[in-house]
């Protein structure tokens, strides 16, 4: 029988996979139920999690349409490290770049409960450790690096494959670093013009080399806002032109405000 998947958004489950113990016409019922949805849906491969069923079962159909059961499967070998763009259906089309064992060793039983092993690499490897992460109630997402996962969540978000390169965003964390600058130009004002109320020249003094300090602070954190800014910038190359403008623009901008600001100290503060 068809079988309908379970899909994101859906949570597949906060529950691991259970070891199949009675080899009996439920399991069979099970088989042939995931035999069945992957036909239907022209897929490679299909985990029983995948139906809404916790049992440890992975079908993967060969070349010549027969099938490929692993009953109660489990990694107990692996070698080599390999990067590959993935698609799993649990999220539709959307994909991603995982890292995975080039080569994987498990243990598993047939549909007669007998035991035995495979040795996989390439693509079948690949395909086989995803299917592996539906056991314990994870899907491919749990194995990406932490910059993955922030591409993927905006696929997410706008439920398209979208690229980072295809994506040009309104705020950007380059932002906070001018705020910051801005807060501190600011502070820098408010003791110049509280300079004007003090008339003992050690205070002044003191806060001349406050002063000092904060300048170079800030002529910092502009130099930092460029170079991070840039980097920042290379991760959406469909805006990278008109945001080199901008980011060369508003630390001109910057500059000249810090310029201002250090001169008004110099008159009044030293």
């Known amino acids: 029988m068809i079988k309908e998947m379970v899909q994101y958004p859906k949570p597949l489950s906060v529950e691991f996979g259970v070891n199949v113990r009675h080899f009996n016409e439920e399991l069979f019922a099970l088989i042939e139920d995931l035999k069945d949805t992957i036909n ?6 299909l985990s029983a999690f995948q139906i809404g069923n916790y049992n440890n079962v992975i079908l993967v159909k060969n070349e010549d349409g027969s099938f490929l059961e692993l009953i109660n499967p489990s990694l107990i070998a692996h070698s080599g490290k390999i990067t590959t763009e993935e698609k799993t259906t649990y999220y539709g089309e959307l ?15 047939d549909v007669d409960a007998k035991n035995c092993s495979l040795r996989a690499e390439g693509d079948l490897a690949i395909l086989l450790q995803r299917k592996l992460d539906y056991l314990f109630g994870a899907t491919f997402m749990q194995k990406m690096s932490a910059d993955e996962r922030d591409k993927f969540e905006l696929k997410l978000e706008y439920g398209s494959d979208i690229g980072m390169q295809d994506y ?15 807060i501190m130009m600011l502070l820098m004002l408010g003791l110049v013009i509280g300079s004007l109320f003090v008339s003992e020249t050690t205070v ?20 930092f806002y460029f170079f991070y800014a840039q980097y920042e910038g290379k991760k959406y190359v469909s805006c990278t032109s008109c945001q080199i403008g901008n980011i060369l623009g508003t630390l001109f901008i910057s500059l000249i405000k810090l310029s201002l600001l250090s001169l008004l100290s110099y008159l009044l503060l030293n």
């Open 40 to 45: 239907e849906n022209n897929l490679e491969a």
């Open 168 to 182: 040009c965003p309104t705020t950007f964390f380059r932002d906070k670093i001018l705020k910051a600058i801005n």
């Open 95 to 109: 994909s991603a770049e995982i890292t995975r064992f080039e080569k994987v060793s498990l243990v598993y039983q």
């Open 204 to 223: 002044v003094e003191k806060l001349w080399e406050y002063q000092l300090y904060a300048i170079g602070a800030v002529f910092a954190l502009n130099i």
